[in-house]
């Protein structure tokens, strides 16, 4: 369906009282990759009306940032013809000193960034526990997965996640305030998507069709073993591809380490799409969520398959209108 001709609105609210639906720009990038989900907004330079508790104000003789400041929490809504989902929860992390405004705004890892620096040191610990301790007003979803021994050196808790990824590959991101954890090929989308070719793709120029031999890896996986100096090594896949190194939990046997490398490792090498696709506001896609593309043009339906969303942008202004650009990362089936 074509959405060209919707009427777009907006709502964004700060801090619960104050509310506008017009601006110049809105943009949002929502991934797994990067930690935190991201916006930004642009006013219009004519920025003059809101409300507050309900009631109308006008801005015209007041300074904006004596109204809103960093730190304050901001909830972006949007859709078509006044049907508005929550695009983006957060808080506004700056705030520019040019006009237009700009306000740039972080989800909850802001609040991560800013706690106080932690030192402790585990002799033992898994994920969930690890993040339960730098994180305990959150709920968590992580992997079952052991880390040994750990140690936290006077470091915040957003950058034990950064260490997190660096060591062990590990992806944490935010949705509806709970915090998730685990490797990427190990989530399970909870929400999926039908996206059919010449129905509801705005744009499939950036979405690649390309075959197992396209897309060769070599993995080098490593798993220590507690108490010791040892550690299972395994090697899989094509050494004339993309070499890769995997951390993988402490303590697997080697035949669970094989199975780790063959499901990462068949994930990724694939005959199918890749990529990203371009869409209207509908479906509402989100980073975690799966794809499931049909394309008519292919009756034997050998290019009809379910990708997972690694992240999704959202763009809205005059001349995109309402897009989201949906980065397919590996196919599920």
Same mark, same amino acid.
């Given at each position: 369906m074509n959405y060209q001709y919707y009427n777009i609105a907006v709502k964004i609210t700060i801090n619960e009282a104050i509310q506008f639906g017009v601006v110049e720009s809105i943009y949002i990038e929502n991934t797994i990759e990067k930690f935190s989900d991201t916006a930004k907004i642009t006013l219009p330079r004519a920025f003059k009306n809101a409300q507050e508790n309900g009631e109308n104000v006008s801005l015209a003789q007041k300074n904006l940032l004596e109204i809103i400041k960093s730190g304050d929490t901001i909830k972006i809504e949007a859709g078509y013809n006044d049907e508005l989902k929550v695009e983006f929860e957060g808080y506004i992390d700056e705030i520019g000193a040019e006009i237009p405004l700009l306000l740039i705004c972080?989800? /909850?890892? *802001?609040?991560?960034?800013?706690? /106080?620096? $932690?030192n402790k040191t585990f002799a033992s610990v898994t994920l969930e526990e690890l993040l339960k301790f730098i994180a305990p007003a959150y709920e968590i979803q992580a992997l079952n997965m052991p880390l040994g021994k750990f140690m936290i050196e006077n470091a915040t808790p957003y950058k034990v996640i950064e260490e997190l990824k660096q060591q062990y590959g590990i992806r944490c991101y935010f949705k509806n305030k709970v915090l998730i954890a685990g490797l990427t090929v190990d989530f399970k989308p909870a929400v999926s998507h039908d996206f059919v070719f010449g129905k509801n793709i705005r744009n499939s120029n950036s979405l690649i069709y390309e075959t197992k031999e396209q897309r060769k890896r070599f993995y080098k996986a490593i798993s220590h073993q507690t108490g010791t100096s040892k550690k299972i090594t395994y090697e899989y896949g094509d050494t004339s591809g993309d070499h890769r190194t995997l951390?993988? !939990? %402490? =303590? %697997?046997?080697? =035949?669970e380490v094989k199975e780790w490398v063959h499901k990462i490792?068949? @994930?990724h090498v694939y +005959? &199918? *799409? &890749?990529?990203? %696709?371009?869409?209207? @506001? $509908? !479906?509402? +896609? =989100?980073? &975690?969520?799966? +794809?499931?593309?049909t394309d008519p043009n292919y009756p034997d339906k050998h290019r009809d398959m379910t990708l997972f969303v690694e992240s999704v942008i959202v763009n809205i202004n005059k001349s995109d209108g309402y897009k989201r650009t949906n980065k397919v990362s590996f196919k599920i089936k």
């Amino acid at each position: 369906m074509n959405y060209q001709y919707y009427n777009i609105a907006v709502k964004i609210t700060i801090n619960e009282a104050i509310q506008f639906g017009v601006v110049e720009s809105i943009y949002i990038e929502n991934t797994i990759e990067k930690f935190s989900d991201t916006a930004k907004i642009t006013l219009p330079r004519a920025f003059k009306n809101a409300q507050e508790n309900g009631e109308n104000v006008s801005l015209a003789q007041k300074n904006l940032l004596e109204i809103i400041k960093s730190g304050d929490t901001i909830k972006i809504e949007a859709g078509y013809n006044d049907e508005l989902k929550v695009e983006f929860e957060g808080y506004i992390d700056e705030i520019g000193a040019e006009i237009p405004l700009l306000l740039i705004c972080e989800d /909850e890892m *802001y609040q991560l960034k800013k706690k /106080e620096k $932690i030192n402790k040191t585990f002799a033992s610990v898994t994920l969930e526990e690890l993040l339960k301790f730098i994180a305990p007003a959150y709920e968590i979803q992580a992997l079952n997965m052991p880390l040994g021994k750990f140690m936290i050196e006077n470091a915040t808790p957003y950058k034990v996640i950064e260490e997190l990824k660096q060591q062990y590959g590990i992806r944490c991101y935010f949705k509806n305030k709970v915090l998730i954890a685990g490797l990427t090929v190990d989530f399970k989308p909870a929400v999926s998507h039908d996206f059919v070719f010449g129905k509801n793709i705005r744009n499939s120029n950036s979405l690649i069709y390309e075959t197992k031999e396209q897309r060769k890896r070599f993995y080098k996986a490593i798993s220590h073993q507690t108490g010791t100096s040892k550690k299972i090594t395994y090697e899989y896949g094509d050494t004339s591809g993309d070499h890769r190194t995997l951390h993988l !939990p %402490l =303590n %697997l046997s080697e =035949n669970e380490v094989k199975e780790w490398v063959h499901k990462i490792h068949d @994930a990724h090498v694939y +005959t &199918g *799409y &890749g990529g990203a %696709l371009d869409s209207w @506001a $509908i !479906p509402f +896609t =989100n980073a &975690g969520d799966s +794809t499931k593309l049909t394309d008519p043009n292919y009756p034997d339906k050998h290019r009809d398959m379910t990708l997972f969303v690694e992240s999704v942008i959202v763009n809205i202004n005059k001349s995109d209108g309402y897009k989201r650009t949906n980065k397919v990362s590996f196919k599920i089936k």
